[in-house]
């Protein structure tokens, strides 16, 4: 069936440091969407991204899409205490309902 | 900001015994998402219910799940026997339409003994 990878799956970074996560699809994606979650809580919306291509700023947060809509990145510039959570991406499946097929997920944590 | 919820926030349940696990969507949305999450690993996906009936379902959802629209607001999700690898946290979702974002809510932590 189809996978979506992400890696890596722990990062420990020094406050102030940057951070990437990866994800990979087996297959083409319709979109690809990324989610934050606490310790705890549940999946929390970030963005979507729909072209190919495509790149999107959230203040410290970049994302990327391939060209091929197979692949995406998440990039955060000098990590704060406050970035600490797991970030999964999670694509959208062509001809699918908009089901989401989640990566396993990036794990960050960040030492003040 | 409107919010889906989820009750009850913990189900304790016999294996064996049914469950019923309970959504309140975002009342203008149309399409909704049952996920779970078995701790410590990724979100996965069981179902997906667009105009009151299912959609899609993943190979998780076999004849033991169902999923219900009772009324106007609640999505339900019932499992009929529950098992021991049942125990997650399970994670209801809804959107408005289609290329929206999918919205979570807070979830249920299924704990089977």
């Known amino acids: 069936g189809q996978q979506v990878m992400q890696i890596p799956q722990y990062q420990h970074v020094q406050e102030g440091e940057d951070f990437t996560t990866y994800c990979n699809s087996s297959t083409t994606l319709s979109n690809i969407q990324w989610y934050k979650q606490r310790p705890g809580g549940h999946p929390v919306f970030l963005i979507q991204l729909v072209k190919s291509g495509e790149v999107k700023k959230q203040k410290r947060l970049t994302f990327q899409f391939g060209e091929a809509k197979k692949n995406s990145s998440l990039h955060i510039t000098a990590t704060q205490t406050t970035d600490v959570g797991t970030y999964f991406c999670a694509g959208g499946r062509r001809g699918s309902q908009g089901n989401l097929i989640f990566g396993k997920g990036t794990k960050l944590s960040v030492k003040p | 900001e409107p919010e889906v919820t989820q009750t009850p926030s913990h189900q304790v349940t016999q294996m064996g015994q049914e469950v019923i696990l309970r959504c309140v969507p975002i009342s203008n949305h149309l399409y909704f998402y049952w996920y779970r999450q078995i701790l410590g690993q990724k979100v996965e996906f069981l179902v997906s219910?667009?105009?009151?009936?299912?959609?899609?379902k993943s190979e998780i959802f076999d004849d033991q799940f169902s999923v219900e629209r009772p009324d106007g607001s609640n999505f339900t999700l019932k499992i009929r026997s529950t098992k021991l690898e049942d125990s997650a946290m399970y994670f209801c979702?809804?959107?408005?339409?289609?290329?929206?974002?999918?919205?979570f809510g807070d979830g249920t932590r299924l704990s089977i003994l």
């Open positions: 979702a809804s959107k408005r339409q289609g290329g929206q974002p999918q919205h």
């Open positions: 219910f667009y105009n009151n009936e299912i959609s899609e």
